[in-house]
């Protein structure tokens, strides 16, 4: 008995999580005036650095992220799926930047669900141009480094409206 409780009180947060996200964040769109993103050093789960400074000339998808957090689980696999679409694409790059306290937590989360993209912890503190109330947060960079989308909560970036968005920043 005790076991439905917790399982009722369970879906009934995960409900309210996701409504409380998709009703209260701004719907994702390209910027108006696009600006200059920093310098952001990142190590992925392989222990290789890298930096957002070091990525001009590529279209850049930044998602931050963590294991506890509902809406970024929910929104994981169709990111995988655009990630799996450009992974021979060596001009679009995704940075999955997780947020948990432990990154062990996030590399033991990729290696169980087998998603087609690096994750990557901070190095240093996040910019205040990227930290936020809540998380999921999606940004694109267009090649010269500049902001060109963001997304506070949950989306959907598997559509074709959003890959032709990608391919005029590759134009560009």
Do not use: H
């Not at 989360?109 to 190095?123: R, V």
């Amino acid at each position: 008995m005790r076991l439905k409780e917790y399982l009722k009180y369970g879906v009934m947060s995960l409900f309210i999580v996701l409504l409380f996200t998709s009703t209260l964040s701004a719907k994702g769109k390209p910027v108006k005036d696009p600006y200059k993103a920093p310098a952001l050093a990142l190590k992925n789960q392989n222990g290789e650095k890298v930096n957002l400074k070091d990525m001009e000339g590529k279209v850049v998808f930044i998602n931050f992220w963590a294991t506890w957090c509902p809406p970024c689980i929910a929104e994981m696999p169709n990111i995988s799926k655009l990630a799996e679409q450009y992974k021979d694409d060596d001009q679009v790059v995704f940075l999955m930047i997780s947020l948990d306290k432990k990154f062990d937590t996030a590399i033991d989360f990729l290696e169980k669900k087998g998603y087609a993209f690096d994750i990557q912890e901070p190095l240093g503190s996040i910019p205040r141009i990227f930290n936020t109330r809540g998380i999921p947060n999606t940004y694109v960079l267009g090649k010269t480094g500049e902001i060109e989308y963001k997304r506070m909560g949950m989306g959907n970036y598997n559509t074709q409206k959003f890959k032709d968005f990608l391919e005029e920043l590759k134009a560009k």
